[in-house]
Every structure is written in C-alpha cells, then in structure tokens.
C-alpha cells in the first residue's frame, strides 16, 4: 500500500488562489477514480476537483472557508501501489487525521439525587418530581423551567393528550418517572397549582446565537459591495417610464412563436434601448481604474445581467450586445441564466461586463438604490411593472407603468449626462418601434 497526495490543481488562467466552499468526502471514505472530493470557488465560479485515483481518505488539508494556493496538498489517500509519495511522508498530519476524537471525561453523579432522576445531561439541573416540589415549597409553585433548554419532555401518548386538551407545555412540567419521565399524577400535580401557570401561552424566548461563516459566494458578494460602496459616489436617478407600447408589442411578437426564436422578456429591449443610448454617451460604458486614474471606455458594450441563484447573486454576461439583434440577446439571456441557476457557468461567462442591469421582476419594489458593480461606472435598475392611472390631459387612462432606478458613478459621469442618458431610454421604450430603426 502506498500514499498519494492531491494538490490544488489550476482552475483558472492567471488564478493564485481559490476558496474551499465545499467537501463532498470525509477521513476514512473510500474513493474511486474521478470521484468529486471537493469545490473550490475563484472569481464567482466554482470548480469542482476530482480524485484521479480510486483509494482511501487519510487527512484533508483545509477547512470550508480557507484559501487555498494553486499547488498546495488538499488530500491525501491511501492508495493500492507505491503511490506517489514516500511512506515516510507526513506521518505526523496523517496520524492526526486518522486518530479518533478525544473522549470527554465522565461527570461524577450529583451525590444528593438519586441516579434513576438526574438530568440525561451532564451538568444540567436535577429535574425533581412534581410532588417533591409541592411538598418542599407548601404552595406547590416553582420558578423557571424544570428541564434544561432543549431537553424534549418525555411522556406516553395518552399523557400529551391529556396535556394537550388541558392547555399545558410539557416542557414545564417535572417529571416523577425514570429519566424524568412525565405521567398523569404529574400532570395533575402541575394543574394543582393554579390556573395562573397551568396554561401555556406559546409563546417562549429564544436567546440562541447561531454563528454563520461568510464562505464562498456569499463572501464574493460581501467583498465586492464593500468596494463598491466604500470607493465609489453614487448617485441614483429614478424615472417611470409608459411600457403599454412595450408590452403590447412584446405580446405580439410572442405570440408568433417561431422554433428559431426566445420567447421575448422586457430585458432584451432595455438591451438594445442601452446600445442605443450608449451610441450617444460612449461614457456611460466604462471601466474606471480609479487607483490609475483612467477611464477605460470600450467600444464592445458587455451587458451583465445580475441574476441571483440558489447560492447567492451572480452577473453572467452578454457579450457583445452592440451586435446582436432583440431575439438573440433574449436567446443568450435565457442562455445564461439557466447556466447561472445550475452553476454551470464558466469564469469567462462571469466576467467581463461594461454596464449592468439588475432587476428583481414582480418583487421589484417601487424605487431601488442599485449599487455599481465596480470598476464600472453605470447600473440600470428594473422595478415593479403595475397598472397605474395616467392624466392624459383630459381623463385619467389605465397604463402599464414601471420606474428606473438607475445609478452612475459621480466621479465620471455628471448628474446631467446621467439624466440624458435616462431620458434616452425611456424615449426608446415608450415607442419602441425606435428600438428597431437602424
């Protein structure tokens, strides 16, 4: 028998390190060839890392939530043959790997209660009988609760019934029986002491902390907010745009139901609504590295989409949008997103973005505060479309109306650019036949 190390292998071009969000495998599981033993996360993709021999798990090298350089040992395996390390390798690291968990020491028993009624916990209070308590206290009243947090009442069915149909939590009720066991002459012993504590309120405190590692996604999202929110001036601008036209057109268009084509969503006319506008203010579709001081304006406008999944938010994104029409912008959205839901998404598909648009369809909100995803300088927020009354200068008229809320960076772009561009593409959405004349 022989030993074989696994090192963290290169995710990604350009990539030094990754983070270890998940173990599929523990010390001591048998593994087979391509086995999948962990996932590592860099740049918002997760790459899974196969085992490449068939063997047994001796040590792991990291904890969920450590990075992890490119090269370094993540596993180590016992495996038929030499292996491809020696024997002697670090006998010290498996030795901790493999040893069992130390065992706690036994509590001694409390000497003043009897064994057959302490608490089932170690150094939890002595549960006394129902009628003890009366007994000792004359009034038969106790304070506090008779078990330990999170101790279950143990009970037959026949006494939770009886418990049940007199309005009583057996949590506060001692029990006489072996391990605290609750029986009817306590149930009878707690409804003596009065209706004042015989009824359960439902109603308990809950002083638990749980403590929740950011890993992962999640710590991407945290940092990447950070620096948005701590390097860039924002300023928000929020206009309501008429998409009657829109929606009636969209409508329309989906009903023709053609194989080679998406069914069509608001989003890829703001695309296009976006390319037009941008055409006007090449500005708005930049990256600004502001330790340099430069503003990278690109020509290529890459649209991400901020899509939240089942792991937190991510921004797959459309590439290229300058040259792609409404029906394949709908086709590489739909494309994306179910790439992005499944985590199929690849680095490349992840990255790369101009200018953003995020939108949270039906729970939308009235009004959003968007938050650049920096180094870009402009993020397009998509509200809640709802039916409103509109004053058409002589009635009011039932529209389909939906807001803007849009953010720019206010080191670059001024609040008046921002407007224009705004006010541009709520004129290309409110007669979106526009959004198709070349």
């Not at 028993?109 to 004359?138: L, Y």
Request: hydrophobic residues 45%.
């Amino acid at each position: 028998m022989g030993e074989h190390i696994i090192k963290l292998p290169d995710v990604g071009e350009g990539v030094a390190e990754a983070e270890l969000v998940e173990w599929h495998v523990k010390v001591g599981d048998m593994v087979r060839e391509d086995t999948v033993l962990a996932a590592v996360m860099t740049d918002k993709a997760t790459v899974e890392i196969p085992s490449p021999v068939d063997g047994e798990i001796l040590w792991l090298g990291a904890e969920i939530g450590d990075t992890v350089a490119i090269g370094s040992p993540i596993v180590r395996l016992k495996v038929a043959g030499e292996g491809n390390v020696k024997p002697q390798g670090d006998a010290k690291a498996e030795a901790v790997a493999a040893a069992p968990p130390a065992k706690l020491p036994t509590p001694k028993p409390e000497t003043a209660a009897p064994p057959a009624k302490t608490s089932p916990k170690a150094g939890a209070p002595v549960a006394k009988p129902a009628a003890a308590i009366a007994k000792n206290t004359g009034q038969g009243s106790v304070s506090g609760s008779p078990r330990p947090e999170g101790e279950k009442p143990l009970a037959s069915p026949a006494v939770r019934l009886r418990a049940k149909e007199a309005g009583i939590d057996l949590r506060q009720v001692a029990g006489s029986g072996p391990a605290g066991r609750i029986g009817h002459d306590d149930i009878e012993a707690f409804l003596a002491r009065g209706p004042q504590v015989a009824k359960a309120s439902g109603l308990a405190r809950n002083d638990a902390v749980e403590d929740i590692k950011l890993v992962g996604l999640r710590r991407k999202i945290a940092e990447k907010m950070t620096l948005s929110r701590s390097r860039i001036p924002h300023i928000t601008y929020v206009e309501e745009i008429d998409v009657t036209a829109l929606e009636d057109l969209r409508a329309a268009l989906n009903k023709e139901k053609r194989a080679d084509r998406p069914k069509l969503t608001l989003l890829p006319f703001l695309m296009r609504a976006m390319v037009k506008a941008i055409a006007d203010q090449p500005q708005l579709n930049s990256l600004f590295d502001d330790e340099a001081g430069i503003i990278h304006q690109h020509g290529g406008i890459h649209i991400g989409i901020a899509a939240q999944t089942p792991s937190g938010l991510v921004v797959p994104v459309v590439k290229h949008a300058e040259a792609r029409d409404i029906w394949d912008c709908g086709a590489e959205v739909n494309r994306l997103a179910e790439a992005a839901k499944s985590g199929t998404a690849t680095r490349d598909e992840l990255s790369g973005s101009t200018i953003t648009i995020t939108s949270l369809g039906a729970m939308g909100g009235i009004a959003t505060t968007p938050v650049i995803n920096h180094p870009e300088v402009a993020i397009i927020g998509v509200n809640k479309m709802m039916v409103r009354p509109l004053w058409d200068g002589t009635q009011f008229i039932p529209r389909k109306m939906m807001n803007l809320s849009s953010s720019f960076d206010h080191r670059v772009i001024d609040g008046w650019d921002a407007a224009v561009f705004v006010q541009r593409i709520k004129a290309l959405l409110e007669t979106p036949a526009l959004i198709f004349v070349d």
